[in-house]
């Protein structure tokens, strides 16, 4: 019954957002969350009439800018710790932070067979270099580190490290060739629905605190009816589908 409850505040919210006026709005995304937010903003721009300007980067770096005034009206983190310091802080709206996916952490190469599926890779020494997102900015580089450190390799591979300032970059340097694997989320390594090429090991979620990533809307979009009509698409059939298919759990 609840869930029925559910479902009809979010279309009562998105038919409010067709009557509005279209708007712009910005939002901040957690970098790995790119790809299927751009699907879900496009989709919410069909439904509502309104455009969700998205900009992509870590979680801590979107901290501090919101603290310094950035403009944002919504952000999508990667955690739910950043989230409600904001609302503690007086940065967030008290009561709209919600979790709008469960992140999972994998070890990917762009090259087949170069990952086993229990990544014992990380213990062979048959690599120069290993990318992770800064943990200090980025929850799925701290992740990366409490995995080192569960596998009792993390000083092993300290000296192989190379430090990414985002998910994505950290990707991009597997990409790239100039690291032979790294620790990205699950979700960089689907497109269209479907797993890329390369090797991958889905790290035990026993390695690593769980990511739930949180959203909240800012002190900048309080009261505002697009802003609300985007955290309430979010929840929708049409946003879950798409967010279950890069791999996320809800």
Sequence with gaps: MQ???????????????????????????????????????????????????????????????????????????????????????????????FTYAVGKLVLWSARPGFVDDKGEVLKSGKFEHLSIANPKLAPYGMAATETLKALGVADVVQS??????NITQAQQYVVSGNAELGFV??????????????????????????????????????GNAAVEALAGFLKSDAATKIIKSYGYDL
């Design 3 to 97: 869930s029925v409850f559910s479902k009809l505040a979010v279309a009562l919210v998105l038919c409010a957002a067709v009557l509005a006026r279209a708007e712009d709005i910005s939002v901040a995304v957690a970098a790995n969350f790119t790809a299927p937010m751009q699907q879900i903003a496009a989709e919410f721009e069909k439904a509502t009439g309104h455009k969700a300007r998205l900009t992509f980067g870590s979680t801590g770096k979107f901290y501090a800018q919101i603290k310094e005034g950035a403009p944002f009206q919504l952000l999508l983190a990667a955690d739910d710790e950043t989230p409600a310091r904001l609302v503690r802080e007086g940065e967030g709206v008290a009561g709209s932070q």
């Design 185 to 222: 989320a699950f979700s960089q390594i689907h497109k269209d629905g479907k797993l890329m090429d390369g090797s991958y090991w889905l790290v035990p979620a026993r390695y690593y605190s769980p990511i739930r990533q949180d959203a909240v809307i800012l002190a900048k979009g309080k």
């Design 160 to 165: 192989r490290i190379v430090m990414a300032e």
